[in-house]
């Protein structure tokens, strides 16, 4: 599969790319087709534009980035987005199933996503549904491990569940957040930086994961520091991970696949970026098209096209 030259809305830089993108790349196990988006955030005509991609590229995995469903019910949030999960988004994965034997369904969390639907998550996992992926137990298919990461930045929105500083020496902003406080079973409005100064930053955080058997691959909300994935229009600095980045240089995943940024290849040219070496990918989103990238795994360098679907 070649890269396209353009795709609506996504210009990329193709000689360029093609040249960075398909050297020295290291190899996965044989056999089998990825497809990855992510931040479709509870949108009924993304997913729609999904279900048609999974019928047209027929992969055998699907990996779902973070931020998949809506921010809830302003009376109860949590427990709408919850309920999403449970009567729209599993019944969609088992119809895709249905229709596609064989077919595996993984997914993390996102900044947008509450702690309470992963809780939820899990239930499905044991269910075998959907593979949720976690930073504490990586998941095999294919020959390929897979490590799952939700944790971001902080972030101007109110929701704070999966935000954390990036490293400790980071500046923070004041004002008023929610969390879900398990011990209540209710949301509970916390002073931001006095949030944040209590709990583990990214940087203590990754450093404390195992890497998985190669080779493997790092599912991750936040996209790494300073490279083509994390940039946002009208501001004029990266906006991803330094934590992240330095995991993943560390590390070596066979691949980086992250979302987050929805803008980013839009603003860059780039769907793809190498740090330091390690392949990184971030699709983007966009409101009228589903953007998502498909792949071999045992060669995601040389067969990882952008895919725009009307």
Not at 8 to 16: H, K, P, S, V, Y
Not at 178 to 197: K, L, N, T
Request: charged share 25%; hydrophobic share 35%.
């Amino acid at each position: 599969m070649s890269l396209p030259t353009s795709t609506r809305g996504l210009r990329i830089r193709c000689t360029d790319a093609k040249t960075k993108l398909q050297a020295n790349h290291p190899r996965g196990p044989p056999l089998m087709r990825i497809c990855f988006s992510s931040d479709i955030h509870g949108d009924e005509s993304q997913y729609q534009r999904l279900d048609a991609l999974l019928a047209r590229s027929t992969p055998d995995l699907l990996i779902l980035g973070g931020d998949l469903f809506p921010d809830g019910d302003q009376a109860d949030p949590p427990a709408s987005q919850a309920t999403y999960v449970r009567e729209t988004f599993a019944p969609r994965i088992e119809r895709w199933k249905a229709r596609s034997p064989g077919l595996e369904v993984a997914c993390i969390v996102g900044n947008h996503d509450w702690r309470t639907t992963l809780d939820t998550l899990r239930d499905l996992h044991q269910a075998g549904t959907v593979a949720l992926l976690t930073p504490e137990a990586p998941w095999e298919f294919g020959g390929l491990h897979f490590l799952g990461f939700s944790l971001t930045p902080p972030t101007p929105f109110w929701l704070k569940d999966f935000e954390r500083l990036d490293r400790s020496e980071d500046a923070c902003e004041s004002g008023a957040g929610r969390i879900w406080d398990a011990q209540q079973a209710a949301i509970r409005e916390v002073e931001i930086e006095s949030y944040f100064r209590s709990v583990p930053t990214l940087s203590d955080e990754l450093p404390q994961l195992d890497s998985p058997a190669d080779p493997w691959v790092f599912v991750c909300h936040a996209p790494p520091w300073n490279s083509a994935l994390d940039r946002l229009p009208n501001v004029n600095h990266p906006v991803g991970s330094r934590a992240v980045r330095e995991f993943v240089v560390e590390r070596r995943p066979l691949l980086g696949l992250h979302g987050h940024i929805h803008d980013s290849p839009q603003l860059t040219g780039a769907y793809f970026d190498r740090v330091e070496g390690v392949l990184c990918v971030n699709p983007g989103q966009a409101d009228d098209r589903l953007h998502a990238v498909i792949f071999e795994a045992d060669d995601p360098a040389g067969t990882l096209r952008h895919t725009v679907a009307p």
